[in-house]
């Protein structure tokens, strides 16, 4: 059973608190949109994908609140105001996730439309919020489940390392069932290739300072019975020269128009790493992580993370046998006073990148070596004569 992250039903919100993993699953309950902001914030939840769906379904449930309660207004307008209001507050809790900024400007025009609606009610367009609110939770497991299969083919057809019939993996950050709504963009290309029988190991680093590979990913293979290994992260170019590793797979939390990738501060090196091995390096992300509005990488806002989190380190006490999970102490692992810079992403560029996994196919550069993402966005458009993409 894959690990659910996020639980909905209507009017209850209940996300998995991804600071207490591996060692404890703890569920939090969201009741307001202030609740899923700070979540958000304090990277109780986090991945691009889910960061947007819990921003989506948190307001869902603090409107269907408001409105059993008998304090939401009668009137259509302001209610699409409110809703309004409160996306913009929910974009600031991580700014270069575009996923939540994607699902806030859609949800917007929605409600506006529901509330430009002759007679309609402020019930009306909180219902109208809410069923579109829901099915970005449908929807995003279902490009999910896609994104796998179209990544796991791929890479059998392209990137195939030695002559077996199964190839290993080498992911970066966590972008499974904890970083969406459920299986995964770069580690639901790992299920998928494992469910086929065709995966020999995945490799997850552990990824500093936040450690989501080795408290998520390591959690969700082990939980899944993978077979996988974890790294650290200066372990990555050892790993390469000496393993037969078919691909780097990663996800992404921006793509921008022309291919380059921001992803988890590491993500670049890796990418480096990859050329220099001669593998190839795919990004996996649904549509809603592309931003055509955004024409290069060095334009994308990356967020700056507190220096606490690569100079302390939390965790059960070790007694020299096994770990205490009732005594969680927080170690200082750096020189006291030391400057720290701490971006939570780094850009890739679309150089180092040969293909992007999405829901509707796999992108590919053209005969020039350039991306041309607007086709992934118009299915008549996708002939092949430049981006290649393999329609579901």
């Known amino acids: 059973m894959v690990l659910q992250a996020i639980k909905y039903t209507r009017g209850d919100l209940w996300i998995l608190d991804q600071l207490k993993l591996p060692h404890s699953e703890v569920y939090d309950e969201i009741k307001t949109a202030q609740d899923a902001w700070h979540a958000i914030k304090e990277m109780r939840t986090r991945g691009a994908p889910a960061i947007a769906i819990v921003a989506a379904l948190a307001l869902a449930v603090e409107l269907e609140h408001l409105s059993k309660n008998g304090k939401l207004s009668q009137l259509a307008d302001e209610v699409s105001v409110f809703v309004h209001e409160k996306l913009d507050y929910l974009i600031t809790s991580r700014p270069t996730a575009v996923n939540l900024a994607d699902a806030a400007r859609k949800l917007k025009r929605t409600v506006q439309s529901a509330a430009q609606t002759q007679g309609a009610t402020g019930q009306d367009v909180e219902e109208v919020y809410v069923k579109a609110a829901e099915q970005m939770l449908v929807d995003d497991v279902a490009d999910n489940e896609a994104i796998g299969r179209h990544g796991a083919e791929w890479i059998l057809k392209n990137a195939r390392a030695g002559s077996t019939d199964q190839v290993s993996i080498l992911t970066h950050c966590n972008t499974g069932s904890l970083a969406t709504a459920g299986y995964g963009t770069a580690l639901g290309v790992i299920r998928s290739l494992h469910a086929k029988g065709s995966l020999?190991?995945?490799?997850?680093?552990?990824?500093?300072?936040?450690?989501?590979?080795?408290?998520?990913?390591?959690?969700?293979?082990?939980?899944?019975?993978?077979?996988?290994?974890?790294?650290?992260?200066?372990?990555?170019?050892?790993?390469?020269?000496?393993?037969?590793?078919?691909?780097?797979?990663?996800?992404?939390?921006?793509?921008?128009?022309?291919?380059?990738?921001?992803?988890?501060?590491?993500?670049?090196?890796?990418?480096?790493?990859?050329?220099?091995?001669?593998?190839?390096?795919?990004?996996?992300?649904?549509?809603?992580?592309?931003?055509?509005?955004?024409?290069?990488?060095?334009?994308?806002?990356?967020?700056?993370?507190?220096?606490?989190?690569?100079?302390?380190?939390?965790?059960?006490?070790?007694?020299?046998?096994?770990?205490?999970?009732?005594?969680?102490?927080?170690?200082?692992?750096?020189?006291?006073?030391?400057?720290?810079?701490?971006?939570?992403?780094?850009?890739?560029?679309?150089?180092?990148?040969?293909?992007?996994?999405?829901?509707?196919?796999?992108?590919?550069?053209?005969?020039?070596?350039?991306?041309?993402?607007a086709q992934l966005f118009d299915s008549s458009a996708a002939n092949g004569q430049s981006t290649t993409v393999k329609e579901r």
């Open 200 to 373: 020999a190991q995945a490799f997850c680093t552990e990824t500093r300072p936040y450690n989501q590979g080795s408290r998520l990913t390591a959690f969700e293979l082990v939980h899944d019975k993978i077979p996988s290994t974890l790294i650290t992260d200066s372990m990555a170019a050892a790993l390469l020269s000496q393993s037969q590793i078919a691909a780097i797979v990663v996800g992404a939390d921006r793509v921008v128009a022309n291919g380059d990738t921001a992803n988890k501060i590491g993500t670049y090196g890796l990418a480096v790493l990859a050329r220099y091995h001669g593998l190839k390096f795919l990004v996996a992300a649904p549509r809603t992580t592309i931003d055509l509005s955004i024409q290069r990488g060095s334009d994308i806002v990356i967020e700056k993370r507190p220096g606490k989190e690569v100079t302390l380190i939390k965790g059960p006490r070790y007694d020299g046998v096994s770990l205490d999970l009732g005594q969680v102490e927080t170690v200082g692992i750096a020189a006291d006073g030391i400057n720290v810079w701490n971006p939570a992403f780094d850009v890739t560029p679309a150089d180092l990148i040969d293909s992007i996994i999405t829901e509707v196919g796999v992108a590919e550069k053209d005969s020039l070596g350039n991306f041309n993402l």
